[in-house]
């Protein structure tokens, strides 16, 4: 399953109608634990159970990687990873698309001037049988086709097939070929008497005239490509034996010899005037915000848009950017901007769920919110379970459980309350698991990182904080084995001074947790100039070689983080 699956599906009204149900993302925070992917997945299969959600479609996702440990939950209890979305910007897609039909590159200007008055649009787009973008034609190129070129060849040079004639002059074709082109010669018209005719027709011309037999005569003797005869006269049979013999086109129209030539310019085809270099195309799946700035910049009024294949699809314009409609999305174990999926600004908020403190998320509308000084964000999702008399399903009461069994240590950890013990122990009986072994197991299943390298090790389980003009990065690992965490900390060290040294963390302080669960403690590497200054102001401990000890300290949301937001405020009102 991939991002294309999260779509929107249909739904049948009492009336028997089919309406659309828009889909709600469930998302936790970056680089997701236990608690984050497993409680996303926990609320979506709620919310898809409440009556009261029928309008909607929830799905849970993720914003990053899995980490061991959940991937060991997953598959113990035979559940899939959520879809992966790094962006939950509106994109493309979302967009509504004109779908404006492509047309060949063959057919004429007054034809495509017909199809745009028509359709009420400034643009076609010109496409091969394969749906293929060839180019556009848009009014302007129209109107300048008419309005500034003074060429009398230019018919010829736009290799006009006859048929295109023979349309914008309603002309009947007596002598020649309908399927060749016009492409050679320029466009005369036979105003003067046969001895001035004689001075301007050349070979290959095409020559508009009337009904007069001497007229006729002289252009085909001159070698005349084409005569086109108005107001629909007669045209002899000695006439039309002299144009076969001379290889001379005869077309007929009932139009007078001004509208034939105001119109005959109109016949060309629009692959000659269409614009077929460094066209401007956008994909389904590109993101709004970069149209935004691409369509700033450019003064063109429309936009073909094409699928992942390459073909065409539609058109939009800058008018569609207002009316997009954003994304439907579902905060689980996450309230801060720095930790959301990329783009949430852009996204329609619609719950929070949630045990941290309160950060530095903003939305446009009031949106439910639940914040709750427990443990883990799966205690508030059992409890919400309870409230609506949901039943939950032996496999959420496992992810719930492990969600739990996570994030407080076994219950270990300064944030775990009575009623997230009260939660485990009822979802473990729901389960099948008993919490002291089971936890064993998912704790040695997350702490096998033999195989990680430093990058996947501080990244799977990092979190990144404002604090003031500081921005700060944690990353924690556990364990219940010293001697693997020891083994963990030599590998990280060369790791995280170069990642430092070259800056391309963006924050100003790193600390990584190493805590040991057996223990309850954690040894800290700490990164950055004032690193060392805000652990001693924090816990009154030194730091020697970028490594500090913290003796009862296993939480990096209830001891450390809270530790560091009093510290600096104790350093700036100093």
Not at 167 to 176: C, K, V, W, Y
Not at 313 to 335: E, P
Not at 421 to 432: D, H, M, P, S
Request: include cysteine.
């Amino acid at each position: 399953m991939d991002e294309q699956s999260v779509h929107q599906e249909r739904n049948i009204t009492d009336d028997g109608e089919q309406v659309a149900k828009r889909t709600v993302c469930i998302v936790g925070h970056k680089n997701p634990d236990t608690d984050s992917i497993c409680s996303a997945i926990a609320y979506a299969y709620l919310k898809n159970q409440d009556e009261s959600s029928g309008q909607y479609n929830y799905v849970p996702v993720r914003a990053g990687q899995v980490s061991a440990e959940t991937q060991y939950v997953l598959g113990r209890f035979g559940v899939e990873a959520p879809i992966f979305i790094d962006n939950i910007g509106t994109r493309v897609k979302d967009m509504e698309i004109r779908r404006v039909p492509g047309v060949r590159s063959d057919i004429s200007l007054k034809k495509a001037w017909t199809m745009m008055k028509t359709q009420n649009v400034f643009t076609l787009p010109i496409t091969t049988e394969q749906n293929q973008l060839k180019g556009l034609i848009t009014v302007n190129d129209i109107a300048k086709s008419y309005m500034e070129e003074y060429n009398s060849a230019i018919v010829s040079v736009a290799k006009t097939p006859y048929r295109n004639i023979l349309e914008t002059l309603d002309a009947e074709m007596i002598i020649g070929d309908p399927d060749s082109y016009f492409d050679k010669g320029k466009v005369v018209i036979a105003a003067a008497n046969p001895d001035v005719m004689e001075d301007y027709i050349e070979e290959h011309d095409m020559v508009i005239l009337g009904n007069r037999y001497e007229s006729q005569l002289c252009a085909i003797e001159m070698s005349a490509g084409c005569i086109v005869v108005c107001l629909g006269a007669k045209v002899s049979r000695t006439i039309r034996r002299l144009a076969q013999e001379k290889n001379c086109t005869i077309i007929v129209t009932p139009l007078d010899t001004y509208a034939v030539a105001r119109l005959i310019n109109q016949s060309m085809p629009v692959e000659f005037f269409m614009k077929k270099d460094n066209l401007m195309t956008f994909r389904l799946t590109d993101y709004t915000e970069s149209l935004r700035d691409v369509m700033s910049k450019k003064r063109y009024r429309d936009f073909p848009i094409l699928d992942r294949r390459g073909c065409y699809i539609g058109m939009i314009s800058r008018r569609n950017l207002l009316g997009v409609r954003k994304r439907a999305l579902i905060l689980v174990d996450h309230n801060e901007v720095s930790q959301a999926v990329d783009n949430v600004l852009d996204a329609e908020i619609l719950e929070v769920i949630d045990h941290h403190r309160l950060g530095s998320l903003e939305t446009v509308a009031p949106v439910y919110f639940r914040n709750q000084p427990v443990g883990c964000t799966g205690t508030i999702i059992y409890q919400i379970y309870n409230e609506k008399n949901i039943e939950i399903p032996e496999n959420i009461a496992g992810l719930l459980c492990s969600a739990i069994i996570s994030d407080t240590l076994m219950f270990r950890s300064p944030t775990c309350t009575w009623l997230d013990i009260q939660a485990a122990q009822a979802l473990a009986a729901i389960a099948g698991i008993e919490c002291q072994s089971y936890a064993r197991e998912m704790f040695a299943a997350g702490s096998d990182l033999r195989t990680k390298s430093p990058e996947q090790i501080v990244y799977q389980d990092f979190k990144k904080f404002e604090f003031g003009d500081w921005d700060i990065g944690i990353g924690q690992v556990t364990s219940m084995s010293a001697t693997e965490l020891q083994e963990i900390r030599d590998r990280l060290i060369p790791y995280l001074d170069k990642l430092f040294q070259e800056r391309s963390t963006k924050i100003d302080m790193l600390f990584f947790m190493l805590t040991d669960i057996i223990n309850e403690s954690s040894e800290m590497l700490c990164y950055g100039k004032e690193a060392g200054t805000l652990v001693e102001e924090a816990f009154h401990r030194s730091v020697s070689d970028k490594v500090t000890r913290l003796p009862g300290v296993v939480s990096r949301k209830k001891q450390l983080v809270p530790a560091f937001m009093e510290a600096i405020n104790r350093m700036n009102t100093i």
